[in-house]
């Protein structure tokens, strides 16, 4: 198909290859993912706003090749603003800033299908504002068990006056996150997360870890507190994620948690997240501005 020129919010946009299957198994193609980001994107873009997005490109769709792209593309159009965030060995890294419906539908027109954000904004890279921790399923576990480790952090996290919020990761596992949207420091966030998951390490061995190597990971869940890091990123809420159908790292319910531990599904599609937000708003919203604080490690 030959590219169209389209208007989005009085942003001039040319899109091509609309007819691309990017998603083989259900046959979604290029135009279906970029409506779907130009409808969630009033959504997402409070999630988004502020931060150095990293992008996963697949131009020959899931089941091609695919690459990340920290920095912005030098044709991007003026109206997509940038910011300088982590570095890497090549220096200085400008990063795309996503805050409004048409550079969404921009980025969705590279087969940008995941977005990833850092914990901090840009305009103060050295100040998470947000604890995640990210549930990694070993062989033999599923979602099962990841929402059961997730109400388990929620039970410690409860305990020390925090509220936390979960997501699906759109793939095989889940994150959860404890917003703080007040003045910590990227080693609080990653020792606070590292704490609770040791925590539930010991009080769960057989089901729980918080090392990395992976052939430790056989029938346990890795929670990974490394994400905290200054340098890390973790899929945003509402992203697409590459799998074989169309899934997206949906905001869920603790009692949807909780029947997942029963064997409930937990796995969103674009069309069904699309109709969520529709009924029952943005889950996630909460996470934008409560202000919370991580209890202070006491000394000695």
């Known amino acids: 198909m030959a590219s169209v020129v389209t208007e989005v919010d009085g942003r001039s946009l040319t899109l091509s290859n609309l007819d691309k299957v990017l998603y083989p198994a259900t046959g979604t193609t290029k135009a279906e993912v970029i409506a779907y980001y130009a409808a969630i994107a009033p959504v997402m873009a409070r999630h988004t706003s502020g931060r150095c997005i990293t992008f996963r490109r697949f131009p020959d769709g899931v089941d091609g090749s695919s690459f990340f792209e920290k920095r912005c593309p030098s044709h991007r159009p003026d109206w997509v603003p940038v910011a300088v965030g982590p570095g890497d060995r090549r220096g200085i890294v400008e990063y795309c ?163 997942a531990t029963e064997g409930a599904p937990m796995r969103f599609t674009s069309d069904e997240v699309l109709d969520r937000v529709q009924a029952r708003g943005d889950l996630f919203a909460p996470t934008v501005d409560l202000v919370q604080h991580l209890p202070v490690a006491k000394s000695g």
């Open 97 to 259: 800033r996503l805050e409004e419906t048409a550079a969404f539908v921009w980025a969705a027109n590279l087969a940008a299908l995941e977005l990833h954000a850092p914990m901090a904004r840009c305009e103060d890279l050295d100040a998470p504002l947000m604890v995640v921790f990210d549930l990694d399923p070993g062989e033999g576990t599923g979602i099962a068990e990841c929402a059961r480790v997730a109400l388990d952090l929620r039970d410690i996290c409860q305990a020390v006056g925090l509220e936390m919020w979960a997501k699906t990761s759109g793939s095989k596992g889940m994150q959860c996150y404890v917003p703080l949207n007040s003045a910590h420091t990227h080693e609080h966030c990653s020792d606070f997360a590292h704490a609770a998951g040791r925590l539930l390490a010991q009080r769960r061995p057989t089901g729980v870890l918080t090392t990395m190597g992976k052939k430790d990971r056989v029938g346990k869940v890795f929670v990974d507190w490394s994400q905290n890091s200054r340098h890390k990123t973790t899929i945003c809420a509402y992203s697409l994620r590459a799998r074989p159908e169309p899934t997206v790292s949906c905001p869920v319910d603790w009692d949807e948690v909780a029947a």
